[in-house]
């Protein structure tokens, strides 16, 4: 009697609780309503993350532009560095304007991810070596090996003249195109640059030249090989100090060496390239009162 009892009271309790179970059980409506409302919650939050990290990443690329927009000059007030370190490293202050990038300290304060892909492509640096590759060519070379040539070639004028000139008295075939290839830039380049108020005329173009060109470049692309870890600070130094000496070899004032520096450029690639913009930046480093070429001597 009481195993029968038992069992039927098991039977009405398993009634019971399959009736409460269904009756509460989600129907295949409310579970895909609930499906989707989760999916919504996930793709909702993977957003959020991707929004975060993008903004993480590029917040550098977003104050630089808008320092190239506002203008100024981005000056590193945490800055370590002595007075006559902050002047070496001013003599990148063209490039550093055009890239909204610190002046005044071995950081550039630019984007990680963009900054080796320049180093990469516009210079083929990808690690250690190549680095000091590149630096150790715009030590020793550069653009401004070709100079003299350069400025031999325009006082002929002629076409056939200047390629016979070059073939002669350069060492190879490639070193002759290279140059060609300058002075052609410079013809195209010098009425550009007597309007702008790089140079006043020819002789003033051979007076200033390039040099400022491979020394701005040579001090902040090292900053950037710094910050890949490509190179050491101690190495930085060397090809800073390297670039000083360039810069002081001919010429004497920041005015000459801003010029310098578009000089250098358009022999690089012409008026190509926002040629107006960048001899704004350049003129703009040497007469506005607010820059830091007003701050710091150029003088070692």
């Keep these: ?37 989760l999916t919504m919650i996930m793709l909702i939050w993977v957003g959020l993350a991707f929004l975060g990290y993008f903004i993480y ?17 981005r000056m590193d007030k945490k800055t370590t560095l002595s007075e006559e370190q902050q002047r070496k490293i001013l003599l990148s202050g063209v490039y550093s304007k055009q890239k909204g990038s610190y002046m005044n300290s071995l950081r550039t304060g630019g984007n990680s991810w963009s900054d080796r892909d320049l180093l990469s492509t516009a210079y083929g ?13 715009f030590k020793l070379a550069g653009s401004r090996r070709f100079f003299p040539f350069v400025v031999e070639s325009l006082k002929l004028k002629d076409k056939q003249a200047i390629q016979q000139y070059l073939i002669q008295n350069l060492e190879n075939e ?25 140079i006043k005329d020819e002789a003033d173009f051979a007076r200033i030249g390039p040099d400022a ?35 002081h070899q001919s010429l004497t004032s920041w005015e000459d060496y801003g010029k310098s ?17 960048m001899a704004g930046h350049a003129k703009e480093m040497f007469t506005d009162p607010k820059s830091p070429w007003q701050q710091f001597p150029f003088a070692k």
């Excluded at 990443?57 to 000059?73: D, E, Q, S």
């Excluded at 640096?125 to 060519?137: C, N, P, T, V």
């Excluded at 250098?264 to 107006?276: D, S, V």
């Design 1 to 37: 009697m009481i195993k029968k009892t038992t069992f039927a009271l098991s039977v009405m309790l398993f009634m019971v609780a399959q009736s409460v179970v269904a009756e509460n059980y989600p129907t295949s409506e409310e579970m895909e309503a609930s499906n989707n409302k």
């Design 57 to 73: 990443r590029t917040l550098p690329i977003i104050k630089a532009l808008f320092g190239v927009i506002r203008g100024g000059f």
């Design 125 to 137: 640096i990808f690690d250690g070596e190549s680095a000091k590759a590149k630096l150790d060519y």
């Design 174 to 198: 490639e070193d002759a195109i290279d140059c060609w290839e300058q002075v052609q830039n410079a013809f195209e380049a010098m009425p550009s640059m007597i309007k702008e108020g790089i």
């Design 213 to 247: 060109w491979d020394s701005g470049r040579l001090v902040f692309v090292a900053r950037l090989c710094l910050e890949q870890k490509y190179i050491t600070e101690a190495d930085v130094w060397h090809y800073v100090d390297a670039a000083d000496d360039i810069a």
């Design 261 to 277: 520096y578009i000089i250098g450029r358009c022999l690089w690639c012409g008026t190509a390239n926002y040629f107006a913009v």
